[in-house]
């Protein structure tokens, strides 16, 4: 069973840093496009950045583009999502996914997904 867990959650201060990390387990990880996504309370879960299965191409919501770098490593199975210039509306619960096929930006093209690590920003 494909297992997506997510790690690197936590509060921080407006301003400041945070990298999520999200470890695949039985997955052809090379095979797969790799989000990220966000829930706020009382709101829809929404698309953060992806990456392509082969690495080579990334894309990133408008709120979260020159701030947030999203990265795949290849021997560890893993995929990041590195945070910089937190704002307190960046504050959700955040999910890694991975996906076959179909456009990464939108939750119907994934196959999988992790449980969450909150993420709160402070002002």
């Known amino acids: 069973q494909v297992q997506l867990v997510e790690s690197g959650g936590g509060l921080v201060q407006a301003g400041g840093s945070l990298r999520l990390s999200c470890a695949a387990s039985?997955?052809?990880?090379?095979?797969?496009?790799m989000g990220w996504f966000r829930q706020a309370p009382g709101k829809q879960r929404e698309f953060v950045a992806a990456?392509?299965?082969?690495?080579?191409?990334?894309y990133y919501a408008a709120s979260v583009k020159g701030r947030f770098t999203i990265l795949k490593d290849y021997t560890k199975t893993t995929v990041y999502l590195q945070m910089n210039s937190l704002k307190p509306e960046d504050t959700a619960v955040y999910y890694c996914?991975?996906?076959?096929?179909?456009?990464?930006?939108?939750?119907?093209?994934?196959?999988?997904w992790g449980q969450g690590t909150q993420v709160t920003v402070s002002s």
């Open positions: 039985r997955l052809t990880f090379s095979t797969y496009a």
């Open positions: 996914a991975a996906a076959s096929s179909g456009s990464v930006s939108y939750t119907p093209a994934y196959d999988y």
């Open positions: 990456i392509s299965w082969s690495g080579d191409r990334t």
